[in-house]
């Protein structure tokens, strides 16, 4: 089957993507491969989300904690980050390993895709100040493993770090039958999701929000910035620390 005919994804068990996920991570660095010819290396997002993870990933600058990716695929296949969730009540964060609340994302992750015709397109987890911007050896088998065993055909993975004043985020894209990953860089769009104000309030008293208020990011690898006539440039500047 054709890399493009298998972005198209369907509504996801939850449950079975995380069944695969073990309880212990053993950092381990794994070799990038060099992106390749066809390999989408750009992803989309809005910055409404980057802010959201990086508010995450501050609120606990020493332990791990993580969620999941909603959006879509464009006709070419570059992946659209249209709503980040966080970690749920019950999500088990560690030095080392982060779990979600499965209850919690089968909850939040059900409305996103019935309601809003999103799809889980990704995962993010934190490697807060362990000096590992990438993913792990066990975060790349774990990926391999669950997007081969159900059939995902492209899965976005993002891992974030912090200096516990400002957070770093980098998204690598992974591809079913192929066992390398590829790092992507950011196409912000400089405005927040049209998604997120609806979202957060249909889910008002499910979703757990961050504490943290203000973003922080720095470190960026950024391939565009698309800022709207009427968007506030200087808050983005603030934001992303340029």
């Known amino acids: 089957m054709s890399r493009r005919n298998r972005y198209r994804f369907q509504r996801r068990d939850y449950r079975r993507i995380l069944q695969h996920k073990e309880a212990r991570v053993k950092l381990i660095a794994v070799q990038e491969a060099p992106a390749a ?9 809005y910055q409404s989300e980057l802010d959201y993870l990086s508010r995450c990933i501050l609120d606990v600058p020493n332990i ?7 959006g879509f695929y ?3 296949g ?24 499965v209850e919690y994302l089968q909850a939040v992750g059900d409305i996103l895709t019935r309601e809003y015709g999103l799809q889980h397109i990704g995962e993010w987890h934190s490697h807060h100040q362990l000096g590992l911007n990438h993913p792990s050896g066990h975060d790349a088998q774990t990926m391999h493993h ?12 993002c891992i974030g770090t912090t200096n516990g004043r400002s957070a770093n ?8 039958d192929d066992n390398a990953y ?11 999701s049209p998604y997120r104000a609806i ?5 008002r008293d499910e979703l757990v929000q961050p504490a943290t208020k203000e973003p922080r990011l720095t470190g960026m690898h950024i391939s565009k910035i698309s800022i709207a006539a009427n968007a506030d440039a200087n808050q983005l500047l603030r934001a992303y620390n340029v």
Do not use: M
Request: charged fraction near 15%; include cysteine; proline fraction near 5%.
């Open 37 to 45: 010819s066809g390999i989408h290396k750009e992803v989309i997002v």
């Open 64 to 70: 791990e904690t993580g969620g999941q990716l909603f």
């Open 74 to 76: 464009g006709a070419k």
């Open 78 to 101: 570059t992946p659209v980050v249209c709503y980040a969730v966080g970690p749920g009540p019950q999500a088990n964060h560690q030095i080392t390993f982060f779990n979600q609340d």
């Open 146 to 157: 669950s997007i081969d065993a159900l059939h995902l055909g492209q899965f976005l993975l």
């Open 169 to 176: 985020i980098n998204a690598f894209t992974f591809y079913e």
């Open 182 to 192: 590829y790092p992507s860089t950011w196409h912000i769009k400089a405005a927040a």
């Open 199 to 203: 979202i957060d309030e249909r889910l």
